[in-house]
């Protein structure tokens, strides 16, 4: 019963997919969702590692995710985590207001850039790894040439905290949420406004672009969750919750449900197609903050304000693991590009970086082997082949515990050498082609040597740059006049089309009630 009910999910959450068999996948090198073999977590069983299992389970098995490191950096809470592309770097952002660009190369370095006035609330890596983007208090959202030069760009618009940002998956935009109950959507390339959302009645914590672009999930502080259409700009669906807020919201890999973080502790998953309320998920004992899904669609991991991370396993309805490590609430946590880590940030200051490992293993032999190292709830009732209502996990679940107390593979590496990048003028020019390295100072006499023999016979070119520095110096207060005109018109655009929108309704209702009125007259004529 449990298995037809995995597989009718799997059809509802990856559109295509026929019966969710593992074994199809192995047979064919891929995962029973299209990934390739060992990139997803539905992948052929390694060599050797098939039927490993079978006896009583013990702490720390090959398949159980591990703590590869804690990074220490911050000094106040970690609120956003983001990978670039290839998994080389990650980003995280804090109330210190402080980025912090880390590259997780063999010798591992980091860089913090500065520049937003207040706490930052958000932070995400375009989908090249080009360009990052940062959300916070001061109102603004920031994006960041992730280089040296520390350049950044400002887009001023909102008039209140800024609570989320993320990237489109072309990287050619960007959406913001914020305390003044509005969504945002801004050109990257030329770093202006597009278009604004509104219809929620209370602060919007986060909102989401969905896979193909087409449509944006937002959650707010009103109760509701809200679907847009992004060519029409309307809103096109809504899901209420009347339990609680929800904190965060995303979509899962193939665009069809989404996923959304509860104030009161619960996790839940809606089919944006069917309108359905799939999956709903009490494992935590408080807030639970932040969701990311595996790229493979068949995992979701949670932080909570309870101190921990949970793994859920989407398919079979069940939660696999509890994590352990931070000493407070967890704030935030992503997976990266591939899912092969994940990283998280509480407001211990930490941030914990994670190997998955059960993504290595076939679907069906991760369930097989966490069997008998759990509890499992009861099996879902008959009716819940076609849920009338959607059946609940609760807090009594039981699951594998990793504690990185005892399991943590490297406790003695030290943090890396964290070196300032100074604020630089803004971005002056669409943001194309790749950006450089980051390299740190403290080079080797033979590159110091090398640099300056460059600089020597590149030194008219090196003067010429420092007169435009000087120029742009000159120009930096003109700028900023018009950037503080262009805010100013941006906010009394809204309030038109705010006005506007209002007018438009009271003329609907003048025609409505005008038609009636003509009715009624011609009835009484007859």
């Known amino acids: 019963m449990g298995g037809r009910r995995a597989a009718l999910l799997a059809r509802r959450m990856n559109p295509g997919l026929g019966r969710p068999r ?11 969702h299209g990934l390739p073999a060992g990139k997803g977590s539905a992948t052929a069983p390694a060599a050797g590692r098939g039927n490993q299992d079978g006896g009583q389970a013990s702490r720390g098995r090959r398949e159980d995710p591990i703590l590869i490191r804690p990074f220490h950096g911050h000094t106040a809470a970690v609120t956003g985590v983001a990978f670039n592309a290839n998994a080389a770097g ?9 980025l912090i660009l880390w590259k997780l190369t063999t010798q591992c370095r980091a860089y913090r850039f500065e520049g937003h006035a207040e706490a930052l609330t958000s932070v995400d890596f375009s ?4 360009v990052l983007a940062s959300a916070s208090h001061d109102h603004t959202v920031r994006l960041w040439i992730p280089c040296i030069h ?4 400002v887009l001023k618009g909102h008039t209140a905290s800024v609570r989320s940002v993320s990237f489109s998956h072309d990287g050619c935009s960007v959406v913001s949420a914020s305390n003044d109950k509005l969504i945002k959507v801004w050109s990257v390339s030329y770093q202006r406004l597009l278009f604004t959302l509104f219809q929620h009645t209370g602060w919007v914590r986060c909102a989401k672009f969905s896979p ?3 449509l944006i999930a937002s959650c707010s502080e009103d109760k509701s969750v809200i679907i847009w259409d992004t060519r029409n700009k309307i809103c096109v669906n809504s899901f209420s919750d ?11 890999p193939s665009g069809t449900c989404i996923a959304s973080a509860g104030s009161n502790n619960t996790v839940k998953l809606w089919d944006i197609r069917t309108n359905k309320l799939l999956q709903h998920f009490k494992v935590h004992r408080a807030g639970v903050n932040c969701v990311s899904f595996h790229p493979s669609g068949n995992y979701l991991i949670t932080a909570s304000t309870d101190g921990t991370l949970k793994i859920l ?25 591939g899912g092969e880590k994940f990283a998280s940030g509480g407001m211990d200051t930490q941030v914990l970086l994670w190997k998955t490992n059960f993504d290595t293993l076939d679907y069906e032999d991760v369930l097989k082997h966490n069997f008998r190292r759990t509890h499992i709830d009861d099996p879902p009732h008959i009716l819940d082949i076609y849920p009338r209502s959607p059946h609940l996990h609760d807090e009594n679940l039981n699951s594998v515990e990793v504690d990185p107390s005892f399991d943590v593979p490297d406790k003695q590496t030290p943090d890396p050498v964290v070196i300032n990048i100074r604020p630089a003028s803004y971005i002056s020019t669409p943001v194309t082609g790749r950006s450089e390295e980051l390299r740190s100072p403290s080079a080797s006499p033979s590159a110091r040597s090398s640099k300056r023999k460059a600089e020597n016979e590149s030194g008219s070119a090196v003067h010429n740059v420092e007169q435009q520095r000087g ?10 006049h018009i950037v503080g005109q262009l805010h100013l018109l941006t906010l009394t655009v809204s309030v038109l089309e705010q006005r506007l929108t209002n007018t438009e309704d009271k003329l609907k209702e003048c025609i409505k009630d005008q038609q009636e009125m003509l009715r009624e007259n011609r009835t009484n004529k007859i």
């Open 313 to 337: 396993d989407l398919l079979g309805e069940r939660l696999i693991y509890t994590l352990h490590g931070h000493k407070g609430p967890v704030l935030c946590v992503a997976f990266s590009k």
């Open 90 to 98: 990650m980003v995280t952002c804090s109330v210190d207001r402080l």
């Open 127 to 130: 989908p090249d790894g080009q």
């Open 22 to 32: 593992l074994e199809r996948g192995a047979r064919t090198g891929r995962s029973a």
């Open 212 to 214: 193909d672009g087409r």
């Open 150 to 153: 520390g350049e950044s760009s």
């Open 471 to 480: 120029i742009s110096s000159s120009v930096g207060r003109v700028l900023d």
């Open 242 to 252: 009347y339990e609680g807020f929800a904190t965060f919201v995303d979509f899962n």
